[in-house]
């Protein structure tokens, strides 16, 4: 008798493993949040309002439809910090401290998921990738929450300083973008109340460029002893377009923005708010100046640097910088007439070289789609404000013009949509396209197109 079996079940991928654990994350978060507990009404929350703002938390958007501190209890509060913490480190890397705590033996499949999840070119050495990590964050956030409560302590009590030191120091570093200074400066005003002021200024971009380097980057600077001369090519290529990106940026929103949103301001203010105003749209969230002042080249120039994002394997999100910077390079070789793709005296795999295009591509159809569809859904809202919107959610970012609770209930799911894709985008969108493809047994004959 001929015996049937079923064939054994594959096991989940990382890239799954990865997006089930943040939509579990985001459930757990949205029914903590519609608890009464979690109000400061103490009411039910709708489960389209926790939603929006669980997702938000946990994927370090910031986006938000009701203002974080006038709302949220201090338990919700608190839901939103840990959801926060969990998303800017990730949810595998969260889970790998269970066993390192314990003192097990991470598996071959525990690395290769921590791997892809914080984005390591090595499986060799990643727990001990991922400790320096969990050590490193928690000495940054204490040393940021430490600066902040010198401004927030003396102003806001011992207490509540110091709550509102360690809540912004964590949205800070994880590029999260949430704040309390709802019942202290207004509603959605963010950090608005600071423009002027150089601690909380510094200490807030700090926080927000070490987060966004990477861990691998911070592994690689440990290990050299940071002797940059020793550093692999993508930590000096990171660490070069981070300069690049602070300080070019920096200057072009001093001269767009002194009749727009800096208007009045000092010069001593005016580069202040430029440089908050050119790191925070790489995925931070929080602003000093309204969006919504800002001129039409503050308006793009802001759009293009929350595309460009942070790096990979970071807390931030966005394509990344040296996707960019590759896609960038392509187009330079093309026009030169080069076969290959150059960079510090190394030449690029073509394969890297795809994924890049192919992320970038798939990024900006995510963003013109969604603006196609909230556009046609509410034709009230101007486009610079819906593309702003759209470019915030779809890169975690979190900033806007104001029209987030102006969305209707399909345009709010768009956006949940968006700000999901978009976390995962720096990790399982890459991470889909690194697997190498086995050769087609048939190849199907050349065709030609003409382009350009």
């Known amino acids: 008798m001929k015996q049937t079996g079923h064939r054994p079940r594959a096991p989940l991928s990382a890239q799954a493993l990865i997006a089930l654990g943040f939509l579990l994350i985001i459930l757990i978060v949205t029914l903590l949040l519609m608890l009464p507990a979690s109000s400061q009404s103490g009411q039910w929350t709708d489960p389209l309002t926790a939603l929006f703002t669980a997702t938000s938390a946990v994927c370090v958007t910031g986006l938000v439809v009701v203002d974080t501190a006038s709302t949220w209890s ?3 509060q608190a839901v939103l910090l840990v959801g926060i913490q969990i998303g800017g480190l990730g949810v595998m890397t969260i889970l790998s401290l269970f066993p390192l705590l314990l003192g097990k033996r991470i598996g071959l499949r525990q690395r290769t998921v921590l791997q892809e ?4 070119l090595h499986i060799g050495g990643i727990v001990r990738l991922v400790r320096r990590a969990m050590i490193g964050t928690a000495a940054v ?19 509540r300083g110091i709550g509102y ?4 120091s964590i949205s800070a570093f994880c590029n999260a973008g949430f704040d309390l200074m709802g019942t202290v400066s207004g509603p959605f005003s963010s950090l608005e109340l600071f423009r002027s002021d150089p601690l909380v200024n510094f200490a807030v971009i700090a926080l927000i460029l070490v987060g966004g380097l990477g861990f691998f980057v911070w592994n690689d600077l440990v290990t050299c002893r940071f002797r940059l001369s020793k550093l692999q090519l993508h930590s000096r290529v990171v660490l070069l377009a ?12 001093f001269l767009f923005e002194p009749c727009s949103s800096m208007v009045g301001m000092s010069t001593g203010e005016r580069l202040l708010a430029s440089l908050f105003s ?6 931070a969230g929080f602003d000093t100046v309204p969006t919504g002042d800002l001129s039409g080249a503050g308006s793009l120039l802001t759009i293009l640097l929350m ?6 394997g970071s807390t931030a999100g966005g394509a990344k910088t040296t996707t960019m910077l590759l896609v960038t390079l392509l187009a330079v070789s093309l026009l030169r007439q080069e076969e290959n793709v150059h960079l510090f005296g190394r030449r690029i795999e073509q394969d890297v070289i795809r994924r890049a295009c192919a992320i ?27 593309l702003i919107e759209v470019f915030s959610a779809v890169n975690t970012v979190g900033m806007s013009t104001g029209i987030t609770r102006m969305l209707s209930p399909l345009s709010r799911l768009v956006i949940i949509l968006l700000m999901y894709a978009g976390r995962l985008g720096s990790l399982t969108f890459a991470i889909l396209l690194t697997h190498r493809a086995q050769s087609a047994k048939v190849q199907y004959p050349t065709g030609r197109l003409l382009v350009g």
């Open 74 to 76: 201090l338990f919700g």
């Open 117 to 120: 999840s914080v984005a390591s």
């Open 141 to 159: 956030e204490l040393l940021g929450a430490l600066l902040l409560s010198l401004r927030f302590v003396p102003m806001l009590g011992p207490v």
């Open 165 to 168: 030191s360690v809540f912004h």
């Open 242 to 253: 981070s300069v690049v990106l602070v300080l070019v940026p920096t200057g072009l929103f």
């Open 278 to 283: 050119a790191v925070t749209p790489r995925t």
């Open 307 to 312: 595309l460009t994002g942070g790096n990979p």
């Open 360 to 386: 970038v591509v798939v990024y900006m159809t995510l963003a013109t789609g969604a603006t196609l569809v909230i556009c046609a859904m509410q034709p009230e809202l101007a486009l610079r404000d819906v």
